[in-house]
């Protein structure tokens, strides 16, 4: 073959060994999917409070409102002293030590009743009236939720004696106030039944039982009973004052008024604490605080590459900071938190970052970058062994974080 021959050949070869070349990169693939690890984020933030015009960043329409709850902690029996503060039969009053057949109480179940858009708690012991005069307790606490029901309570007369074997009624529940009264009831679709005889007069000689001292104890347990009640009074009487489409965002302010009736060391049945308690309640858009809370989420975890998955409700709190009654304008800080997740589009993630990577390399490169969990690395066909300079074959994509 003369040498121009020879010359042309090898130039067509070469010719097409590098179309070859070129057809096998153009038809390479690489698929890398990234799969994030869901991360915590927190902001907290200003939110200005204002009564009328258009918010702006950072600003909400809404109304703070004052009202004042009060609760009782009912007659609360305190137990008998025991040691050193005991007193003797000559130095306290006494009652008559009970025969074995004392009189049984009667006892029953009712249903107890919450028309409030707030849970009301009650304690063990809370009294109950019936209709006809006749006072039961609470055999144990329990919460009513919001506009709902809690059956099958048990309840005991608080009296021994057949006076407590009434019919089906309804209970009104004295230690709450004449509002609370009329939203939160009791009610029994089946007859107290159990009590019998009546009191009995002691028997000569019987031995007396000193009445109870009140303790820092007795005095405490009544003062947070009382405290606790009017809290839910306060509560309820905020929301009552809510407007369709506001939510009640409570913030409590002030020390509580309290009083108690049986001093510390007094020899007494009962001790009764009465409370007062003064609330702070914001009145804002539903949503609106969401929303604030989300946008800043948002915006920090953007500042660090990531997009915010979800916000969590529960750990949404605010605090009253500044108010101006004048201007009906209010500051309050918010605290909010939630998880976010690297996002597409990540400058880590740039195919051109990973050209001429192994899939083995791949893997071991973005696995090392914060906020991923693990890495699928793809290859096609079965000849390519790493990734081509050609960013247009090299497909990388996050996907939801699990």
Do not use: C
């Not at 007062?276 to 809370?293: D, F, H, M, Q």
């Not at 050209?355 to 906020?371: A, K």
């Amino acid at each position: 073959m003369p040498p121009l021959q020879r010359l042309a050949v090898g130039f067509l070869g070469v010719v097409v060994l590098l179309a070859v070349g070129v057809l096998l990169l153009s038809i390479a693939r690489v698929r890398v999917t990234i799969t994030p690890r869901a991360e915590p984020v927190a902001v907290d933030f200003d939110l200005t409070v204002i009564g009328s015009g258009k918010p702006s960043d950072r600003e909400v329409l809404g109304r703070l409102v004052r009202v004042d709850g009060t609760g009782s902690s009912g007659e609360q029996a305190i137990g008998v002293a025991t040691g050193a503060a005991a007193l003797s039969d000559a130095a306290s009053p006494s009652v008559p030590a009970p025969r074995e057949d004392t009189p049984a109480r009667a006892e029953g179940t009712v249903t107890l009743i919450n028309r409030m858009a707030s849970p009301q708690p009650l304690v063990a012991t809370t009294r109950l009236l019936a209709l006809d005069g006749t006072l039961f307790r609470m055999k144990s606490g329990v919460t009513i939720p919001a506009s709902g029901n809690v059956e099958n309570v048990r309840v005991a007369a608080d009296q021994p004696g057949s006076s407590g074997n009434i019919g089906p009624t309804k209970f009104t529940i004295p230690g709450l106030s004449k509002w609370l009264q009329a939203r939160v009831w009791a009610e029994s679709s089946t007859a107290m039944s159990g009590g019998r005889g009546s009191m009995l007069a002691p028997q000569a000689g019987s031995v007396t039982t000193p009445r109870a001292v009140v303790t820092a104890a007795d005095v405490a347990a009544a003062r947070s009973k009382a405290i606790d009640a009017a809290t839910a009074d306060a509560h309820a009487r905020a929301a009552a004052l809510a407007k369709d489409g506001e939510e009640v965002i409570r913030m409590e302010t002030g020390a509580p008024q309290v009083t108690v009736r049986g001093a510390l060391g007094e020899v007494r049945d009962s001790v009764r604490a009465d409370a007062t308690v003064r609330l702070t309640a914001l009145l804002i858009p539903k949503g609106a605080l969401s929303a604030s809370g989300r946008v800043a989420l948002e915006a920090v975890a953007a500042s660090s590459g990531r997009a915010l998955l979800r916000m969590r409700s529960d750990a949404l709190t605010t605090r009253l900071i500044a108010q101006d009654p004048a201007t009906a304008r209010a500051t309050i800080a918010v605290h909010a938190e939630g998880d976010a997740a690297i996002r597409q589009g990540s400058f880590a993630f740039e195919p051109r970052r990973i050209s001429g990577f192994t899939g083995e390399e791949v893997q071991t490169y973005l696995r090392s970058l914060p906020g991923v969990q693990d890495v699928d690395v793809e290859l096609r066909p079965f000849w390519v062994k790493r990734v081509p300079a050609n960013v247009g074959s090299v497909n990388v994509e996050v996907r939801g974080a699990e």
